[in-house]
C-alpha cells in the first residue's frame, strides 16, 4: 500500500498551506466577529485555481484528482472553515454536478466561469420541511411547454447571497414521488427570485448563508439539468461527493486546533515546567494526534475511491461520520489545553470548535451517514 503524495500533490498542499497563512489567518477573526464575507480572498482563491480544481481543463479548471482537492480543504480549514466551505460548495456539489451531468451548453455557458472563479455558485437542496429528506420537496417546478414556472422556499444556503448561479432541486410530478423530481440551473437577478436575510450562525460566521424564495420564476426548459425526473438521483450522486470534501474540512479544523494546542502546551507553564511535560497533557494530545490521523486515512480512502472509479458512497459517509466527530472532539480538547486562554478569541481555537459543530449537520446529519453506511452493509 502506497500511502506517499506525488511531487505535484504535495506542491498543491504546500500552496494552499502558504495561502492560508498569508491569506486567511489575517483578518479571521474580524470576519468572524462581524460575519464578513471573505470577498478578496475568494477571488484570490479563484486566481489560484481552489474554485474549479477538479473541472477538466477544456472548461477552465484545473483538472486535478480529488486526492489534491482534499489536500486544499484540509489546509484551508487549519485557518478558514467559512472559506473552505465556500470551496467546497463550489466544487463538490456546483462544478462536479454541472461537469458530470449538465449538457455542453450548460457546460459552456455556466461551468466555464465557475471552474474559473469568475462567479460563484450555490446548490439549493434544504427546505424548512425537507433537509436531509430530499424526496420531500416543497417546491415546484411546473411544466409550461419552454420553460418552468418555479415557487418554493430553499434554507440554509451556503453562498446564498453572494452566488452568481444557483442549482435548485424541485418538485415537477409529486404522484411521481422522487422520479418527479428535477434539478435547475437559476441566476441571480432573475424576476421574482428573492434573496433572504443573512443567518446568524454559531460558526463559519464569514460564508453567507440565506434563505432562498421563488415566486413564479421563469426557468427555461435548457436549463433543467439531466432527463426529467432526473433531480434526484443528481442530488444523492452531487451530495455522495460533497460530503468528502466536508470530511476533508472537518479534518482541517481538528489538525488545526490540534496544531493550536500543541504550540501552546510547549511554552505555557505551570507547576514549574511546559505543560506538555505534563503527562495529563501529554496523553490528550497522543489521543488528539492518534485521532486525526485515523480520520485522514479515512477522507484519503474516499477521496482515491473516487479518482479510481470505485463507489464512494460508503467511503465517503465513513469519514465524513467519523471525521467530523473528531472535529468536535478535537476541539473541544485544544480549548481545555489551553484553559482560560482557550476561551478568548484571539487564541483562534474557540472559533474552531464552533466551527466544528456544523461538518455534523451539512451535507446530511451524523445520523444519516449512518443510514448510508448501513444500508451499503446491507446491501449483499
Not at 457546460?107 to 420531500?136: H, N, R, W
Request: proline fraction near 2%; hydrophobic fraction near 35%; include cysteine.
Amino acid at each position: 500500500m502506497d500511502f506517499s503524495l506525488s511531487e505535484e500533490q504535495l506542491m498543491i498542499r504546500d500552496a494552499a498551506r502558504d495561502f492560508a497563512r498569508t491569506e486567511l489567518l489575517p483578518g479571521v477573526i474580524e470576519r468572524d466577529n462581524h460575519q464578513k464575507f471573505p470577498t478578496e480572498q475568494v477571488k484570490k482563491m479563484g486566481e489560484l485555481g481552489f474554485l474549479g480544481m477538479m473541472v477538466d481543463p477544456k472548461y477552465g479548471g484545473g483538472g486535478m484528482d480529488t486526492v489534491s482537492y482534499v489536500l486544499v480543504m484540509e489546509e484551508l480549514s487549519k485557518i478558514d472553515a467559512s472559506c473552505s466551505v465556500i470551496v467546497s460548495v463550489n466544487n463538490s456539489l456546483v462544478c462536479y454536478g454541472l461537469q458530470a451531468y449538465g449538457s455542453e451548453d450548460q457546460k459552456q455557458k455556466y461551468l466555464t466561469k465557475l471552474a474559473t472563479g469568475e462567479k460563484l455558485g450555490a446548490f439549493c437542496l434544504s427546505e424548512p420541511e425537507a433537509g436531509s429528506d430530499a424526496t420531500s420537496q416543497k417546491t415546484t417546478a411546473i411544466d409550461k411547454g419552454d420553460h418552468y414556472i418555479l415557487n418554493g422556499t430553499k434554507n440554509w444556503i451556503t453562498n446564498g447571497g453572494t452566488a452568481d448561479y444557483y442549482l435548485v432541486i424541485a418538485q415537477t410530478d409529486k404522484e411521481k414521488k422522487h422520479k418527479g423530481i428535477n434539478a435547475f440551473i437559476v441566476e441571480k437577478g432573475w424576476e421574482g427570485f428573492e434573496i433572504g436575510p443573512k443567518e446568524d450562525k454559531l460558526g463559519i460566521r464569514g460564508s453567507d448563508t440565506h434563505s432562498l424564495i421563488f415566486n413564479d420564476v421563469k426557468v427555461p426548459k435548457e436549463n433543467r439539468i439531466g432527463e426529467d425526473g432526473f433531480g434526484f438521483k443528481f442530488a444523492m450522486k452531487t451530495l455522495s461527493g460533497g460530503r468528502i470534501g466536508i470530511a476533508a474540512q472537518a479534518l482541517g479544523i481538528a489538525a488545526g486546533a490540534y496544531d493550536l494546542a500543541r504550540e501552546y502546551s510547549k511554552v505555557r507553564k505551570a507547576f514549574g515546567t511546559e505543560i506538555c511535560n505534563h503527562q495529563a497533557i501529554a496523553f490528550k494530545l497522543a489521543d488528539m494526534h492518534t485521532s486525526i490521523e485515523a480520520a485522514r486515512h479515512l477522507v484519503m480512502k474516499a477521496a482515491w475511491d473516487k479518482d479510481n472509479g470505485n463507489n464512494y458512497d460508503m467511503s465517503g459517509a465513513m469519514a465524513k461520520l467519523y471525521a467530523s466527530q473528531v472535529a468536535m472532539d478535537v476541539t473541544v480538547e485544544a480549548v481545555q489545553v489551553h484553559g482560560g486562554n482557550g476561551y478568548v478569541k484571539e487564541y483562534h481555537v474557540e472559533r474552531l470548535m464552533r466551527d466544528a459543530k456544523i461538518t455534523q449537520i451539512y451535507e446530511g446529519t451524523s445520523e444519516i451517514q449512518k443510514i448510508v453506511i448501513s444500508r451499503g452493509l446491507l446491501r449483499d
